[in-house]
């Protein structure tokens, strides 16, 4: 039977790549699922054997439910036109989340129709290339199987996605990217991590490739339910539920926080909670947080509490509650703790040498009491084991403690010492923490300069102030450059000639405005900054940066103004023969008549950002993206990147850290932010 597919004038393309991750655009059609009131969920997955060749690591996902189904006499209004955003009967618009993770999807369904009481078959196959074919949606045309069923049937809804995108598409569109939550050994526990009640209570029953999610294989105990009363800025009072539950195999406490989408609870955010005080045998817990009356944006935007006090206060609320749950269940290592100070073998009577050290052992001489019972036992033997422990912290011998508290495998640890052999571990440190902070450091500018907390927070006004310290983003040879001219007379002059040559005018006819920002963003201005490079006894370098506010696209205009200012210098006498000036254009997006221009003059050019050397050599004009320059430092460090791994970088945290001499308020926490 011939279909045509309808759409209203909403972009398709938006709906088939719109989510977070390939896990998020799946975790849609589980929702969906849930949604038609599916009781038994099964998930195939066909990975790729060892002994195969084959370019990725999943050849085929299907998911299949047997909730309500689609019924022929619905395919139109429920699963063709594209514009619905209609959850009746649990098919919206996160039907079209597979076309995310593969390029061909067939929808294999049995309905049921209330109004001629009759079971219909339904199978639609559907490819990613009809649309990139097609500008007008409405003249596409499938071929589609539909039969009425004589009898009773079972209602199902059955999505099977194949032809994975490889590395080439998703080397372009890493939103495509199958994430490792999909693999053997961890989609069980991320199915688990995102609907834990519905696993536990067992309203729905999940199967990956056959196996039914056990709740006892996750579960330790029974979860505890809290019921807590917060209080807003404004005095409103708030339900907040607080469910934790305690995991097996994990050694860390995840806080997600949860909304309701369509009826269904859903992760809108994912924190690590850690306190220094808490007991080695604390254990795993996923600790779930949410409300029926508070917005789901304060859920989605917990993150950002510096930037607003509603928020920081439900945070600090939160930190709090968290707090007082788990110091309840850290008080047998409180009791002991307690005791252990007083008892006659403890080494610390005295002042010890750090409150870090001497946490280190009373948590290592809890573990010891664990399983020996030395204390409770007054067992002499703790005057060996005592110092023993003591020795061992102090001297350095972290194997012990790597193993026992840090629970790293045998494989790391034999690594590491390997390592040893090869250098010293100062050297390791060292190497190891510059790469961790220039990491964290692309990190960090690619938050300020393309993600939503760019668009409204006030490090973004101070993106030059920030790059005064991290010159190295241009060039290694900036790492130990000077912030500051020493002839306060060019620094004038530069100036001058900036405001002569480089202001910015916005015009609909030269392409230079970027209208896709809100006001916002709009009121934040163009910088300017510079520095001086020590080349030898005889000559200096000035490095030149103009940053364009996200506002401007740089068009053919601004490489004039550009070109102009190079030309000043080279011509006016105020500007020394004897320096190298370095002239870096820098915005967030490039039109393509410039890009036209620039890709010209890069021809035969090693230098990605090259766009002008002067006859003499000694000025140069480089016109960069935003984007390319952050990929480019990336790549430079991937070889590194692939084995230190850092956390999810806090734009307001690593501010304050980092930038102690730059004012945008204090903030500070505990809940440190993880990807869901």
Known sequence: MKRTLTTNSRLVNELFANYI??????????????????????ITINYTEKNEVHPLIIKKIQIEDDGFGVHMSDVKSKLLDIGTNSKEGGKGIGRFAAFQIGQNVIIDTIGFSEKTKAYSKVLIPLSADIFSKNLNVSEIELETTEKELKGNHNTYYKVTISDLYNSIITDQEPKKKIIDKFLKDKIADAIFEQYPFKVFNKDVNFYINGTLIDP???????????????????????????????IKNLDKIKVFMTTKNAGIQTVANGFEYDAYWLSPKIGGWFVYIGSDTLTPDMYRNVDLDGLDEGIKHYKDFLKSELND???????????????????????????????SKVLLFDKLAFLVEDKYQLLNEQNRLREIIYPLIDRTISNGELDKILKNILKLNTKFIN????????TELENIIEFSDKVAIKLEGVDFLEKLVYSEISQNVKERKELHKFLEHML??????????????????????????????????????????NELIDKTTKSITDLFMYSEKILDMNKREVLIVELKAPKVKISRKELDQVMKYAQEIEEMGVFPDRLNYKILLISSEINKHAKFDIVGRQKNQE???????????????????????????KRKLKYMSNILHIKDVDVKEKAQRDFEDIDFGKVSSTLKKVAV
């Open 415 to 422: 690594r590491f010492s390997s390592l040893l052999e090869k």
């Open 21 to 42: 991750s390939t896990f998020a655009a799946f975790r849609e059609l589980i929702n969906n699922a849930i949604q038609a009131h599916a009781k038994n969920i099964r």
């Open 607 to 633: 230098n990605p950002y090259f766009y002008f050397k002067n006859e003499r050599g000694n000025i140069e004009v480089w016109v960069i993206k935003w984007s390319d320059l952050l990929e480019n430092v």
């Open 325 to 355: 749950f788990f110091k309840i269940k850290n008080s047998e290592f409180d009791n002991f703790s307690s005791k252990l100070k007083n008892d006659e073998f403890y080494p610390y009577k005295e002042k010890a040498s750090s409150e």
């Open 472 to 513: 190295w983003v241009f060039g290694e040879e900036y790492q130990d450059s000077t912030r500051l001219l020493s002839d306060k007379g060019l620094e004038k002059n530069l100036l001058e000639l900036r405001e002569k040559t480089l202001i910015y005018k916005q015009s609909k006819s030269d392409d230079n405005s």
């Open 216 to 246: 006892s294989d996750f579960i330790i105990g029974t979860p505890e339910k809290k019921i807590i009363v917060y209080t807003d800025k404004r005095g409103a009072n708030h339900k907040v539920n607080f469910d934790f539950i305690q």
